[in-house]
C-alpha cells in the first residue's frame, strides 16, 4: 500500500482490507475512464469506513480535495463525523498529525464547497434526502449543482443499497428519484467520482446486478468474515420461556463476562440489550426489569443457580469459585443495572445528540450504561463491540409454509440481521500476543475468555421459532 495510507492512518489494516485496498490502487493506476463509480461490497463490521479514511488519503495524494459523503440517516452523519473530523473521538481514524508529501494535512468538515482549503481534506456531509431535496429545490445558502460544478469532487455513499430508485424511500416525481440526482452531480464535472459502500446490496435482483456487475470492486461477504474470525461467535440461549427469568439470566451471564475481563486485566464492560416489540411494550419491559432488580434477592439467584445449565451453569461455578457469594452477586445486579444504567431507546424516535453520543460510545471508560431496553436498534451504522447479550422479549412468529417449505418471515429475518451487527468483535490482547481483532479460543473449549468472544442470543423454548431463526442466520451467513 502507499505510504500515504500506511503513515496516517491510527490501526493497521486487516489482511483483506490490504487487498481492497491493492485492488483500489491498481484500478486507479490504470488510469480509468472518469467518472469513476465503483462499489466496495463489504460485511457489516469489516471497516467500510476505515477504507473510505484510507481512500481519502490516496486521493488526497492523486490530486483530489473535496469529499461528499452522504447516508440515508442523520444519525450515522454523527458517528461519521467521529470517525473523519473529531480529533479527540476515540473512533477519529486518521493520526494526530496527518502527513503527505511532508506536508501536515488538516481533515477538516466544510458547509460549502466554496469554503475548501486546497491544501486539506474538505468533507461535507449530508443526508441522501437532504442533499437530493438541496440540489433539486435551490434556496440561498444550500448546495447547488452550479457549486458542485466548480469543484472536482469524491462523492461516498454509505449504506450504498438505498440509493437505487427502488429502495430510496424519497422519490419526488416533479424532479425525477435520487438515481437521477447522482448521474447529474457526476454530469456537473467529468472529474468527479462516486464510490459507494454497503454490507446488504440486493445482487439477487437482475437490475441491480446488472448496474453493480462491473462498478463491484470488492467483495468480502459476512459467511467469509465469520469464517475469518473477525465476529463474535452466535450462540442461541433458549433456556426459560418466563421474560424475567430470562431478562435475570441475561444479566448473571453479563455479570459473569465482566468478572472474566478483570480477572484477565481487560478493560470491558459488557452491555445487554432488550428487544421489544412495540414501543409500549418497551416501557413496560423497562418497568419490570426496575421492578425485579429493586426485589432481587440472593435466594431468587439461587434458584436460577440451581436450574442452570450450560454457560450460565459455567457462570455460577465462576463465581463459587472465585468466592463471590450470591449475596455479593446480587448488590453488585442492583447496582450496575440500576435505573440511571438504563437506557430506553424506542423504534423511529428522535434521538436527542447526549442520547445519540451515549449509544456511539458504549465502549468508553466514562459511559456507564450497562443495558439498553430497545425496539428497533442496532440498525445501519450503529458500531457498538460490547453488546454481548440481546435478549427478545417477545414470542410472535411470521413466518410462513411455502411448497412444503417453513420460510422465516420479515421480522426474523429482521432479528437475524439484528445478531448481524451485533456480532461485531470485541477486541483484546492476551499475554500469547495473538490477533487481538480475530477469535483466539475456538479450538479451546474451557477457556475462560470464550465468553468474551460470544453473543448470545436469548429466546424461549420454541422449537419452530429457534429452527426460524437458524434458518435465517443460515441466510446471512452466521450459522
Not at 493520526?95 to 481533515?107: A, C, F, L, S
Not at 470485541?426 to 500476543?433: E, G, L
Amino acid at each position: 500500500m502507499s505510504p500515504e495510507i500506511n503513515h496516517n492512518l491510527r490501526y493497521a489494516p486487516r489482511a483483506y482490507q490490504v487487498a481492497a485496498l491493492e485492488r483500489w490502487q491498481k484500478y486507479m493506476d490504470s488510469a480509468p475512464k472518469l467518472p469513476v463509480q465503483l462499489l466496495f461490497n463489504m460485511a457489516t463490521g469489516s471497516g467500510k469506513t476505515y477504507i473510505m479514511a484510507a481512500l481519502m488519503l490516496d486521493l488526497y495524494a492523486r490530486g483530489w480535495r473535496n469529499f461528499l459523503f452522504f447516508v440515508n440517516s442523520a444519525n450515522i452523519l454523527e458517528k461519521t463525523r467521529d470517525n473523519f473530523v473529531r480529533l479527540n473521538s476515540p473512533k477519529y481514524l486518521f493520526v494526530p498529525n496527518t502527513k503527505i508529501d511532508g506536508r501536515n494535512i488538516r481533515v477538516r468538515e466544510i458547509r460549502s464547497f466554496y469554503e475548501s482549503d486546497p491544501n486539506a481534506i474538505n468533507i461535507y456531509f449530508t443526508t441522501t434526502q437532504r442533499l437530493h431535496t438541496d440540489l433539486n429545490i435551490p434556496h440561498e445558502n444550500r448546495i447547488s449543482y452550479a457549486e458542485l460544478a466548480q469543484y472536482n469532487i469524491v462523492l461516498i455513499g454509505d449504506e450504498a443499497h438505498h440509493n437505487n430508485a427502488k429502495n430510496n424511500l424519497y422519490r419526488p416525481t416533479t424532479f425525477g428519484n435520487w438515481e437521477d440526482t447522482v448521474a447529474r452531480i457526476l454530469q456537473q464535472n467529468p472529474q468527479s467520482m462516486l464510490l459507494e459502500f454497503t454490507a446488504t446490496m440486493d445482487f439477487a435482483d437482475i437490475t441491480i446486478q446488472k448496474k453493480y456487475r462491473e462498478r463491484t470492486i470488492f467483495q468480502y461477504d459476512l459467511r467469509k468474515f465469520c469464517q475469518d474470525g473477525f465476529s463474535k461467535e452466535v450462540l442461541l440461549y433458549s433456556a426459560t420461556d418466563n421474560l424475567l427469568e430470562r431478562e435475570l439470566q441475561a444479566i448473571v451471564l453479563s455479570q459473569y463476562r465482566k468478572y472474566v475481563a478483570q480477572k484477565y486485566n481487560i478493560p470491558c464492560k459488557p452491555v445487554v440489550m432488550f428487544k421489544s416489540r412495540t414501543v409500549y411494550e418497551n416501557k413496560n419491559n423497562l418497568s419490570y426489569f426496575e421492578l425485579l432488580l429493586l426485589h432481587l434477592t440472593p435466594e431468587r439467584l439461587a434458584k436460577i443457580r440451581d436450574n442452570a445449565t450450560g454457560i450460565l451453569q459455567k457462570a455460577f461455578q465462576f463465581f463459587e469459585q472465585n468466592k463471590i457469594s450470591l449475596e455479593q452477586l446480587c448488590q453488585e445486579l442492583q447496582q450496575d443495572f440500576a435505573p440511571a444504567n438504563l437506557l430506553r431507546m424506542d423504534g423511529g424516535q428522535q434521538v436527542s445528540k447526549q442520547m445519540q453520543h451515549a449509544v456511539n460510545t458504549l465502549e468508553a471508560p466514562e459511559n456507564h450504561y450497562r443495558a439498553i431496553f430497545a425496539v428497533d436498534m442496532l440498525k445501519e451504522g450503529w458500531d457498538v463491540l460490547n453488546l454481548f447479550d440481546i435478549v427478545r422479549l417477545y414470542e410472535t412468529r411470521d413466518g410462513k409454509t411455502k411448497n412444503g417449505i417453513y420460510i422465516p418471515g420479515k421480522t426474523t429475518i429482521s432479528e437475524a440481521q439484528l445478531i448481524g451487527r451485533g456480532a461485531r468483535y470485541f477486541p483484546f490482547a492476551t499475554s500469547h500476543q495473538k490477533d487481538k481483532y480475530r477469535r483466539k479460543f475456538d479450538d479451546e473449549l474451557e477457556n475462560e475468555l470464550r465468553i468474551l468472544e460470544q453473543l448470545h442470543y436469548h429466546t424461549s423454548r420454541d422449537v419452530q421459532y429457534i429452527h426460524e431463526i437458524q434458518q435465517a442466520l443460515d441466510k446471512i451467513g452466521l450459522n
